[in-house]
């Protein structure tokens, strides 16, 4: 690609030093959601704007992915690590992201499967589309890898963020790719690190996900140390406004 093109759009500073090392005319500002999360909403108010009833608590936002496939594999995960944690906090309200209309209904039959229905007895409310007031709603997100780890990172909104490949998947990415799969989220990824705790394939079941959530619900100092780690994402980022300096540098251009 990078011998077929005369300017190159990063979004990702790795991403554009790289580019750049290869003699390429890189523009880059940040990635543009920071422009989307240029200020943090306040909790109360994205409850207030989804309702939620301020006896609730906590708030914890289930996100099982954005792809079919991610749903059918995450989906039963969430719900029963929701079952164990309601089971743990009376009051705990969760909130399940349904990224488009398509999966409303398999997030339908989900929730009144009778296992479920009598263990979370009308605790989980599902809603379309509000990423942005799910997770500044949110005490806990637990989320599927994916860009709403970024989302997270740019509310400051704790996660643990959870994956599961198919068997065939993570055999060709360790045995012919020679992929080192420690990290998959994107926080991780670009800090070089774990920043954000990460339960995947037999680590991504229902009560190792329960019991690295309740690290961050009994612990209001693990809640704030892991804002500040999140802090420090939003600073890699860079900052507002990346989609108008973009635009006026290709104005330029062109």
Known sequence: VIDNVDTIISIFKEEAEA?????????????????????RMPKN????????????????????????????????????????????????????????????????????????????????????????????????ALLSSGTITLEAALTQTPMVVIYRFSRLTEWIARKILHIDIDHVSLPNILMKQAVVPECLQKEAAPEFIADTARGFLNSPETMRRYEERLGKIREHLGSPPVTARIARELSAIL
């Open 19 to 39: 580019y750049q090392n290869r003699g390429r005319r890189v523009i880059y500002f940040g990635h543009p959601l920071v422009d989307r999360f240029a200020t």
């Open 45 to 140: 108010e994205a409850r207030r704007r989804l309702s939620l009833p301020a006896s609730a608590s906590p708030v914890i936002s289930l996100f099982p992915g954005s792809r079919k496939q991610e749903v059918q594999r995450h989906l039963p995960i969430l719900l029963e690590t929701a079952a164990l944690l309601a089971a743990d906090y009376p009051n705990a309200l969760f909130l399940l992201s349904c990224v488009t209309p398509r999966y409303t209904q398999d997030c339908q039959r989900a929730l009144a499967a009778p296992a479920l229905a009598k263990r979370l007895s009308n605790r989980v409310r599902l809603i379309e589309g509000q990423s942005d007031f799910l997770l500044q709603s949110a005490d806990l």
